[in-house]
């Protein structure tokens, strides 16, 4: 596993296999730096992911609520994935990861969109179980336990079940509202995933199903639709939505409304492709 093998680095000692490594063309990404903070002793049993990019300010908030959530209840770790930011952000994620319990930080030399930074996260995790979330703040980091929840009510069939929030009352402008519901309603009749918010960030799901499914810039909007087309299925769970408090949103309507179409006809016709064995 290759980031496995970047993780065993520090940033005081770069050379050798990490050297290597950054070299190396095979890497879709180039990785600029992989810092441990204080670490669980036990391996974790879930790892937080949370891609950001050019959120300076949000990450240590956010990193708190998520040990007030979970400290105590869950042997986890956190996986801060910088997708190539530009501002403060690097420098704040380097001091939490030597400062903050259990923290991690991969960094993208650029941004390779949301859905990369996902799976440079997943691909580090330690933990068995995946949750995401994003960076902005928006998400609710103690609403992981409903869906940590719902994972345990769920029993042996959790292994193959994505388990996503459903926002109630959404805390972003009327124009983002309407192209949402738009959005929904469209992806729904088409892929018929049975998902009512495939937008929101809060999700939990198997790491080793995370790494079967086809990889593309917008994964993390698909991901219900696909986690089905591999035989699962998707579970919708009430969480909450904050308003933003720092920092803008990386995505335009009119940019998202148009590379959507084209997602969404990728995705149609990967399930139209696809047959499973009975």
């Not at 990785?31 to 790892?47: F, Q, T």
Request: hydrophobic fraction near 45%.
């Amino acid at each position: 596993d290759l980031f496995q093998l970047v993780d065993v680095a520090r940033p005081r000692a770069q050379g050798g296999i990490y050297a290597k490594l950054q070299r190396s063309p095979a890497l879709c990404l180039v990785l600029r730096g992989v810092y441990d903070g204080g670490m669980n002793a036990k391996a974790p049993e879930l790892s937080v992911v949370i891609p950001v990019r050019n959120e300076a300010g949000n990450a240590a908030p956010l990193a708190a609520e998520i040990h007030a959530a979970l400290a105590g209840q869950y042997v986890f770790e956190i996986i801060f994935v910088d997708d190539g930011s530009t501002d403060a952000t690097a420098a704040e994620l380097k001091a939490l990861a030597v400062t903050g319990p259990s923290v991690r930080v991969v960094r993208h030399s650029f941004s390779c969109g949301q859905s990369q930074a996902t799976i440079s996260g997943v691909a580090a995790a330690r933990g068995s179980w995946i949750a995401t979330l994003d960076g902005d703040g928006q998400n609710d980091p103690a609403d992981l336990r409903k869906l940590l929840g719902a994972r345990d009510k769920l029993g042996d069939a959790a292994r193959c079940t994505l388990f996503i929030g459903q926002r109630g009352r959404r805390r972003d402008g009327a124009l983002r509202l309407i192209a949402s519901r738009i959005a929904n309603g469209v992806r729904g009749a088409l892929l018929g995933d049975r998902t009512p918010d495939s937008g929101c960030g809060l999700k939990l799901i198997r790491r080793d199903l995370v790494l079967e499914l086809p990889r593309f810039n917008a994964l993390h909007r698909f991901m219900p639709a696909l986690v089905i087309r591999a035989g699962g299925q998707a579970v919708s769970v009430p969480v909450g939505h904050r308003p933003r408090v720092r920092g803008v949103s990386k995505y335009g309507i009119l940019q998202r409304g148009a590379v959507g179409v084209l997602d969404l006809l990728g995705v149609f016709w990967l399930l139209r492709r696809n047959t499973l064995p009975r």
